[in-house]
């Protein structure tokens, strides 16, 4: 069974930076998770719909949401089986729940337009919340 557990989330001032991480374990039908076609980070804001944030694929391509791009960096240790998430000067409107998401058959590109496939992995998400 796949289990991805995000750490990293916390409260910070508007400015600031912080570190997501996500640790996966567990195969299916012969995968690693990060191996899988993507690994990547989705963010939901109370009353908001879920946004995806960043992605990575197996080749190591990354996407980003516009409104991320340039303050917020993805990357992943296959050694350790886990992703990061750098951000950096983050917002306010950047307060949200973090989740973890993995699917070994979907790139993201489509992915994070919430095009899933059946064996979409995601994780009980990381708080967080940036004050002015």
């Known amino acids: 069974q796949v289990r991805l557990v995000e750490s990293g989330g916390e409260s910070v001032q508007s400015g600031g930076s912080l570190r997501l991480s996500c640790a996966s374990s567990?195969?299916?039908?012969?995968?690693?998770?990060?191996?899988?076609?993507?690994m990547g980070w989705f963010r939901q804001a109370p009353g908001k719909e879920r946004e995806g944030v960043a992605g990575i694929d197996s080749d190591g391509s990354t996407t980003y949401a516009d409104s991320v791009k340039g303050r917020f960096t993805i990357s992943k240790d296959n050694a350790k089986n886990t992703v990061y998430l750098q951000m950096n000067s983050l917002k306010p409107e950047d307060t949200a729940m973090y989740y973890c998401?993995?699917?070994?058959?979907?790139?993201?590109?489509?992915?994070?337009?919430?095009?899933?496939?059946?064996?979409?992995?995601w994780g009980q998400g990381t708080q967080v919340t940036v004050s002015e």
């Open positions: 998401v993995a699917d070994p058959f979907t790139e993201c590109f489509s992915l994070l337009r919430r095009y899933y496939s059946g064996r979409v992995a």
């Open positions: 567990g195969y299916t039908y012969g995968y690693t998770y990060t191996s899988s076609s993507c």
